[in-house]
């Protein structure tokens, strides 16, 4: 289950949580830092380091709840986890 940028990173993208990240799974997108959860190696690198603590995970319910905000402002893009890589546990 990987790692998720909420909300608070929008209009921020401070950009310290890719500088620590291991594998590179952050991407940014037009308001917003993105982590690419098949890419996400779910090591927490990236939680302790952001400012306005937008990075949360690795849990189904938290996933659930990003990626439906997410999809609906950058459907059809790869910036965000669309529906089919959300779990139920």
């Given amino acids: 289950m990987a ?7 929008i209009d921020v ?3 310290a949580c890719v500088e620590v990240c291991p ?4 991407y940014e997108g ?3 830092l993105f982590i690419h ?3 996400c ?4 690198a990236c939680e302790p380091v952001c400012p ?5 995970g690795p849990h189904p319910l938290v996933i659930s709840g990003m990626g439906s ?3 609906q402002r950058h459907a059809g893009t790869r910036q965000c986890p669309p529906s089919t890589w959300l779990s139920s546990g």
């Fill in 30 to 32: 037009p308001t917003q």
């Fill in 52 to 56: 306005v603590n937008s990075v949360a």
């Fill in 23 to 26: 594998v590179d799974c952050i």
């Fill in 37 to 39: 959860p098949d890419e």
């Fill in 13 to 15: 993208k401070d950009k």
């Fill in 69 to 71: 905000n997410c999809s």
């Fill in 41 to 44: 190696i779910d090591c927490g």
């Fill in 3 to 9: 790692y998720v940028i909420a909300a608070p990173c």
